[in-house]
């Protein structure tokens, strides 16, 4: 078995498939021109390798470097085109009969390779660089991957130093075909942002006299939410115009994404315990959500800098390996405490306003927990979806190139649904103050669920209504009670009395 040589794997278009924005103007092409090929030798690299023939012990010699590019076949592995896996024709591949002695240290071409676009240069020793030679720029007549084979056949050559740049164009400028579905994405996305944005902050200037501390907060996220969307898509622009991303607006849209999903599980988490509904103040528990949520803010954007600003010069070392892995594995846990935290909480607190009758909160809660389990079920949706895509590419094949960016697209609208469903169950009102520190006279009576949780804190009492209120509905003194001492529910801070 050989080993594999270096390789690029670069998705296109065609100007028949997408539009033609500036700078592409309608053409695709990978051009190599700019690439050049410094001659190495070095002693150090030379002892490294094989021992030359006789007659041939000048290993600072003129060498052949060979660039192979083809047409990936899609519905299979492009290595299986080199079946053995001998891409190069040594000596002992001739020998085993796998091409002729006339190829001999050269790339071996496949007959059957889709589309084949070779080009040599002769490495001379001791110059400064070398241009790929003859006519290096290749036209993009049909979509699809495309797969680059750099190598240098002759074992006994030195190594070579590549510099420069590849440049591959679409018609509609330098993003990869296969995260160009992003840029449109984007800025749909924040222009539903934006009309949503626009219709909350009406709400709340229409209501400005009635807003509690957790519309504040949904407001925080909306507003973080715009500003990372259009960031994003500003991101793609930058990267479509000028070939390589700017690393400032890259960075700001990556702090703004990690800032996002910090405060949204944040805004959840308050909700869950109730905050500004059942709960005027959160006391001490207020700190470890906030903590909580800024250690994700954290290690998220800590991950996002590593995976997304690595050079595609850089090698990856173990120790990157073992960096991002522990970063992974403290995301996870805090991703975990955060869902087991918010689903006990609003359990407890369901149960809360179903022992004191109070149906409307009761209600409004309930379908805030259908919204998380929706999320939950779109979630394994989402998953399994991205491992059908993942595990096709993976293969080697890659059938699916297309819709790679749909992935994080998905991701991105689940998370727009579900907050938009936050801020409708939380949209400013014209009693949102009164309702929200009121007790009510409960109307669900024939409510199972809500009969069957209020009657599951009496049991705990042996059946026994221990210190029930005649107004309230409930017991006022509850050591289980985890909003005991919290101001929750409080009668005096009611705005609605018995008269």
């Not at 470097?65 to 896996?85: K, S």
Request: hydrophobic share 40%; charged share 20%; aromatic share 12%.
């Amino acid at each position: 078995m050989g080993d594999r040589p270096e390789y690029l794997v670069i998705p296109k278009f065609d100007k028949k498939e997408v539009p033609h924005w500036y700078p592409g103007h309608g053409r695709s092409f990978i051009d190599l021109s700019d690439v050049k090929i410094h001659s190495s030798c070095d002693p150090i690299e030379a002892a490294k390798r094989p021992t030359p023939p006789p007659g041939d012990e000048n290993q600072c010699k003129d060498v052949t470097f060979e660039v192979l590019m083809f047409e990936d076949p899609g519905n299979r592995p492009w290595m299986d085109y080199w079946p053995e896996g001998d891409y190069c024709c040594t000596q002992s591949v001739v020998e085993a009969g796998g091409c002729s002695a006339n190829g001999l240290n050269k790339l071996i071409i496949p007959t059957n390779l889709p589309g084949p676009f070779l080009r040599s240069t002769t490495v001379k020793s001791g110059s400064g660089s070398n241009l790929i030679e003859g006519a290096s720029r290749h036209d993009i007549s049909k979509s699809g991957i495309y797969v680059m084979i750099m190598a240098m056949c002759d074992e006994t050559s030195l190594p070579v130093v590549i510099d420069g740049f590849i440049e591959s164009i679409d018609p509609y400028g330098y993003v990869p075909a296969d995260e160009f579905g992003s840029m449109p994405f984007n800025l749909s996305l924040s222009l539903m942002y934006l009309i949503v944005g626009i219709a909350w902050g009406v709400l709340c200037f229409w209501f400005s006299d009635q807003l509690m501390p957790l519309q504040f907060w949904i407001t925080g996220v909306m507003m973080v939410a715009m500003i990372e969307t259009t960031m994003l898509y500003f991101h793609f622009i930058d990267w479509n115009e000028n070939g390589i991303p700017t690393t400032a607006v890259t960075v700001v849209a990556l702090f703004f994404g990690a800032l996002k999903r910090g405060v949204s599980r944040v805004l959840v988490m308050l909700v869950s315990l109730g905050y500004g509904v059942v709960r005027p103040s959160l006391g001490e528990e207020m700190n470890r959500v906030l903590y909580l949520g800024g250690s994700y803010f954290v290690l998220s954007f800590v991950y996002s800098l590593l995976t997304e600003l690595t050079p595609s010069t850089h090698s990856v070392t173990e120790s990157d390996y073992d960096a991002v892995s522990l970063i992974v594995f403290l995301l996870a846990l805090v991703d975990t405490t955060f869902y087991v935290w918010i689903f006990t909480s609003i359990n407890n607190l369901m149960t809360s306003l179903a022992a004191r009758k109070q149906g409307v909160k009761y209600v409004l809660y309930r379908n805030f927990r259908t919204v998380l389990l929706f999320m939950l079920f779109f979630t394994c949706g989402w998953v399994a979806y991205s491992s059908v895509l993942f595990l096709n590419d993976s293969g080697g094949a890659n059938e699916n190139w297309r819709m790679r960016w749909t992935i994080d697209a998905l991701w991105e609208l689940i998370y727009f649904v579900i907050f938009v469903s936050i801020a409708v169950l939380w949209a400013p009102s014209n009693n949102a103050q009164r309702y929200a520190y009121s007790i009510e006279l409960t109307q669900l009576e024939d409510d199972e669920e809500f009969n069957a949780a209020g009657d599951a804190v009496k049991q705990e009492d042996n059946g026994e209504d221990r210190g029930l209120d005649e107004e309230y509905g409930g017991r006022l003194q509850d050591e289980k009670d985890p909003f005991q001492g919290t101001g929750a529910l409080d009668l005096n801070m009611a705005t609605t009395k018995k008269a």
